[in-house]
C-alpha cells in the first residue's frame, strides 16, 4: 500500500500523537502489574491442592508446609511488584495527560491567534467553549485513565486464560463460553448506540450555545418582559438534548443488561461447577482440579464489565477529538501563495477592484476601489446592508476579498504578518470587548508597558479620563467588579486603547454610535486631531457627524455610488445632497416610514 493509500488517522490517534509512546509504556506497565496482581490467585489454589493432595505423614506435612510458604511468598512479592507496576503506570498516564492537556490548550489558542477574525463573528461562543473546555476536560479520561485501565484489563484477561488452559484445556473452554454471548449483545449494543452518537453530540453543542445566547440576552429579556420567548430556544436545545439522550440509550438498556447477566460471577462459577461436576462424574478430572477454575474464572468479569465502561468512555472521547482537531485545523490567514512576508513603506492604503461575497455566490461588494492617503479622514457611509461594515473587516482582514486587493503602504495586506498588520491598523468596533481586567490594563492591553501618563493621556483623547477619575478606584477599577460602564463608556474606553497603540492606520466602524451627541461631537474632534500624519477611515450612518472629511465614499448595493468633499457633493445634488436635505440616512428612514 502506498502512502497516499494509506488510510487517515482517527481523531483520536491524531490528537494523542505527542504523548502515543508514554500511554503504551503506561498501558503495559499496568498489563504487566495486574498478571502480577492475579498470582495470589493461583497460589491459592495451589495451596488447596497441596493440603488435600499431600498423605498426612510427618514428611509429608513438613514438605507440604515448605511449599505452602514458598508459594505464599512468591505471592506476596508479585502482589506488591504488581501494584508498584499500576501506580508507576498511572503516573506516566497523568503525566501524560498534563502534559498533552497543556499542548492542546496552547496549540488552540495559538491556532485561534492566526484564524481570520470574521471567523469568530460566524462561530456561537458555546462551540468554541466546548471544544477548548469541555471536550478537552473529556480527553482527561481518556489519556489519564483509558489506557492504564484497558491496559489492566487486558493483563488480567490474558493471564486468567492462559492460566485455566494451562491447567486443563477441556475446562478452560467450559469456564469461558459465557464470555462469546457477553461480546455478542455488547457489541449489538454498541452498534446500536453508535448511531446516535452525532445528534447526542450535536444536542450537547446547541446547549451550550444556548445557555451562552440565554445569558448573554438576560438584560433584554428583563427589559421587555419576553422570558417566555427567551426560554423557547433553550427548552428546545433541553428537549431535543433529551430526545437524543433517550434514542442513544434505549438500545443499550436491554441489550446491556442481557449482556451483564452472561457473565456475573454467580453465572460464571455456575457454569463451572456444572461442568466441573460433569467432568469428575466421566473421571476426567479430579475434585481439587476444579478449584483453579472456581477462583479464577469468575475473576474475569469484573475486567470485562470495566472493558465495557470505558469502551463507552471512548467514544465520547472520539467525538471530542474530533471537535478538538476540527479546531486545531481551523484555516488559518495565508500569506499570498509563492510571495514572502513584506512591511509597508507607508500609511497608505489602496482598494483596487475589490468584490466580496460570503457564500461565492451572491456579492456584498462590487469592483471597489479608492485610496486612503496619510494624514486624512475617510467617511464610508450608506445605509445598513449595504456593504459599510463588509468593507471595514475586509481591511483589517477578518476575511480576504473574493476579487482584488488591499495595499498598505504599497503591500498586499494579505503578505503582512497579522502581528505586524494589526500593529499598523487599530479598530474600534461597534461591539466593544473589554477584557476581565483593571480600566488601566484594558487601554493598555496593546501596549502593556505605556506608562501612566501615556494611558491618561489616551483616555483624555477618548473623553474618558475625567469619567474614570470620578470612580472611587480611578484607573484601577476592575470591569464587571468595580464598574459598570455605558455603551458610550465602553466605546470610548476601546477608543482611548486604539489611541494608545498609535497606529497610522484607524478604522472606526460605528464606534461613537453608541454615545451621546455632545460626545459624539467631541470624540470626533478628538479623532480628526489624532488623525494629523495618519489614515482614519469612519464607518457612519449620520451624515453630519462626517461632514468634515476629507474624503465621504456613499456605498450603495456593495458599489460606490458617490465619492468627494461634503461640498463637492452637496454641489452635484445627487443621492448624498438629498440625503443630506433628508437629514440623512436616520431621517430619511423615519420619514419614509412615517408617509407610509
Known sequence: MSVKDKPAAGPVSRILRPVRGRLIVAAVLAAIGTMLTMVPLAGIAHIAQFSMGQAEVATGWVQMQNQVWRVVSVSLVCLFLGMTLIS????????????ITGHLRLAITRRLAKVPLGWFTSRASGEVKQAMQDDI????????????????????????????????WRMAIVSLLPFPLFFLFFS???????????????????????????????????????????????????????????????????????AHAM????????????????????????????????????????????????????NNATAAAQRVHTLLETPVLE????????????????????????????????????????GTVTAIVGASGSGKSTLARLLLRFFDPTEGRITLGGVDIRQIESAQLYRRIGFVLQEVRLIHASLRDNIALGRPSASQQEIEDAARTANIHQRILALPRGYDSVIGE?????????????????????????????ATAAADA??????????????????????????????????????????????????????????????WALGGYEQAKEQAVSSC
Not at 498516564?93 to 498534563?98: F, P, S, V, W
Not at 483509558?146 to 488452559?165: E, H, K, N, P, V
Not at 479464577?296 to 464489565?305: F, K, Q
Not at 482614519?536 to 468627494?564: F, K, P, S, Y
Request: charged content about 15%; hydrophobic content about 45%.
Open 263 to 314: 457473565i456475573t460471577p454467580v453465572a460464571v462459577l455456575g457454569v463451572v461447577l456444572a461442568f466441573g461436576t460433569l467432568l469428575v462424574s466421566l473421571g476426567w478430572i479430579t475434585p481439587v482440579e476444579v478449584l483453579p477454575f472456581a477462583l479464577v474464572a469468575p475473576g474475569i468479569c469484573a475486567p470485562l464489565l470495566l472493558l465495557s465502561y470505558i469502551t463507552h468512555d471512548l
Open 518 to 579: 455632545e460626545n459624539e461631537v467631541k470624540l470626533q474632534q478628538a479623532l480628526s486631531r489624532f488623525a494629523q500624519g495618519r489614515t482614519l477611515m469612519v464607518i457612519a450612518h449620520r451624515l453630519d457627524t462626517v461632514m468634515h472629511a476629507d474624503q465621504i465614499i456613499l456605498i450603495d448595493n456593495g458599489t460606490i455610488c458617490e465619492q468627494g468633499r461634503h461640498h463637492e457633493l452637496l454641489a452635484r445634488k445627487g443621492r448624498y445632497a438629498r440625503l
Open 335 to 374: 500569506t499570498l501563495a509563492g510571495e514572502s512576508q513584506q512591511l509597508p513603506e507607508n500609511a497608505e492604503i489602496r482598494v483596487e477592484q475589490l468584490g466580496y461575497s460570503y457564500d461565492g455566490q451572491n456579492p456584498v461588494l462590487k469592483n471597489i476601489g479608492f485610496t486612503l492617503k496619510p
Open 482 to 510: 468595580d464598574v459598570q460602564l455605558s455603551g458610550g463608556e465602553l466605546q470610548r474606553v476601546s477608543i482611548a486603547r486604539a489611541v494608545l497603540l498609535d497606529p497610522p492606520v484607524l478604522v472606526l466602524d460605528e
Open 137 to 168: 476536560g473529556t480527553l482527561h479520561s481518556l489519556t489519564a485513565h483509558f489506557f492504564t485501565t484497558l491496559g489492566r484489563t487486558m493483563g488480567a484477561i490474558l493471564i486468567a486464560i492462559l492460566y485455566l488452559f494451562a491447567m486443563d
Open 188 to 258: 449489538r449494543a454498541t452498534k446500536a448506540s453508535g448511531a446516535n452518537m452525532q445528534s447526542f453530540g450535536a444536542g450537547m453543542a446547541r446547549i451550550n450555545n444556548a445557555v451562552v445566547e440565554f445569558v448573554n440576552g438576560i438584560p433584554v429579556v428583563k427589559a421587555f418582559g419576553v422570558e417566555g420567548k427567551a426560554h423557547g430556544s433553550y427548552r428546545g436545545a433541553v428537549d431535543a438534548f433529551a430526545e437524543a439522550f433517550t434514542d442513544f440509550t434505549r438500545p443499550l438498556v436491554s441489550a446491556m443488561a442481557n
Open 88 to 99: 508507576v503506570g498511572e503516573m506516566v498516564a497523568h503525566l501524560a495527560d498534563n502534559h
